[in-house]
Nanobody, 116 residues
Framework: VQLVESGGGLVQPGGSLRLSCAAS????????MSWHRQAPGKERELVAS????????NYADSVKGRFTISRDNAKNTVVLQMNSLKPEDTAVYYC??????????WGQGTQVTVSS
């Protein structure tokens, strides 16, 4: 099983980044996918989640209206489009796959830094 995040980097406040997570080694289309983040000295928190068929999406209040999660089950990828970025969005962003009875898989994380 592999989850590989990409797309992180340094961006100015107000800018945008597009994170991608490429999955392999499991039946991607049957798993709930989510993005989480962890800032220095803070606990990891849920940013956004999407159901296996893409029909149910949830966002943390702090990112609603700015971030968009999507998935492509044909390409085994999940994307987090992040717009209007703020310094408080700075964190390591992780991709997660979860399915009842099968446990959870995590990616290695990608750093997002929002700074002028």
């Amino acid at each position: 099983v592999q989850l590989v995040e990409s797309g992180g980097g340094l961006v100015q406040p107000g800018g945008s980044l597009r994170l991608s997570c490429a999955a392999s080694g499991f039946t991607f289309s049957t798993y709930i996918m989510s993005w989480h983040r962890q800032a220095p000295g803070k606990e990891r928190e849920l940013v956004a989640s999407i159901s296996s068929d893409g029909g149910r999406i949830n966002y943390a209040d702090s990112v609603k209206g700015r971030f968009t999660i999507s998935r492509d089950n044909a390409k085994n990828t999940v994307v987090l489009q992040m717009n209007s970025l703020k310094p408080e969005d700075t964190a390591v962003y992780y991709c997660k796959a979860i399915k009842t009875g099968r446990g959870a898989y995590w990616g290695q994380g990608t750093q997002v830094t929002v700074s002028s």
